[in-house]
Structures are given as structure tokens and as C-alpha cells.
């Protein structure tokens, strides 16, 4: 079970920066990620060339420091929105609950939810 103060950590580190890092730092070896309902990415190996994979098309990665942050034994659930622009300088929004499963301090299990029809709208610069 993860204190509040280990889960507080991870929540900074995702968002004063690095993803990659986060998940090396935070996810077990043997970790899984989920996007939805689609088949789960397996191990923390896996997990960080995904996330290094998917910024190395972004110009920025902005996360919003959440405002919702559940901790309920070894479950914690994240209301997350991260802003993602492009190469082309266009920002896209991604709204996401964030389902997290610890054992001790890391993550063992983590699968995100979100409405697709919604996800990544383009953001209005003015």
C-alpha cells in the first residue's frame, strides 16, 4: 500500500516532466499499462519506450497538476489533463481518470479512462 506522500512523489515527478523517468522510477518490472479497453503494455521496459516513443512526437507535454487524487488502500484512481503539442504547434487536451493499482511503493497496474470521441481536442489559443 502506498503512502499519500509516495503518491504525491510520483504525481510531481509526472508533472514537472519526464514520463519515462516516472515510470522507471514508480512502476514495478513486471508493470501494466492499459489505454481503455485495448490489450495492456507489459513490463516497465516496454512501458518506458511507449511513453519515450510518444513524446519524441510532441513538442511539449504539459501536465496540469491534478485536482482529484483518490488513495484508498492499494488502489489510487488520478483525474489527469495533460495538453500535448504537436510538432506543427497545435495543442490537443486529453482528460483521463487514471486507475492504479500499488504494491508496496510502486505501481503494479494502471489503466486510463477516457471518452474517445473527446479525446485530444484541439485547444483554442486565445
Known sequence: MPSRKRVEQFIHAVVHGDHAKAIKDFYHAD?????????P??????????????????????????????VDGDNVMILWTFDATDKQGVTRR??????????????????????????????DPS
Open 31 to 39: 508493470a501494466t499499462m492499459q489505454e481503455n479497453c485495448e490489450l
Open 41 to 70: 503494455r507489459r513490463g516497465r521496459d516496454t512501458l518506458i519506450a511507449h511513453e519515450k516513443k510518444v513524446m519524441d512526437r510532441l513538442q511539449e507535454m504539459k501536465t496540469h497538476p491534478p485536482q482529484t487524487v483518490l
Open 94 to 123: 486529453l482528460n483521463e481518470i487514471s486507475h492504479q493499482l500499488w504494491s508496496a511503493d510502486g505501481i503494479m497496474k494502471e489503466r486510463f479512462i477516457y471518452d474517445s470521441a473527446t479525446a485530444w481536442q484541439i485547444v
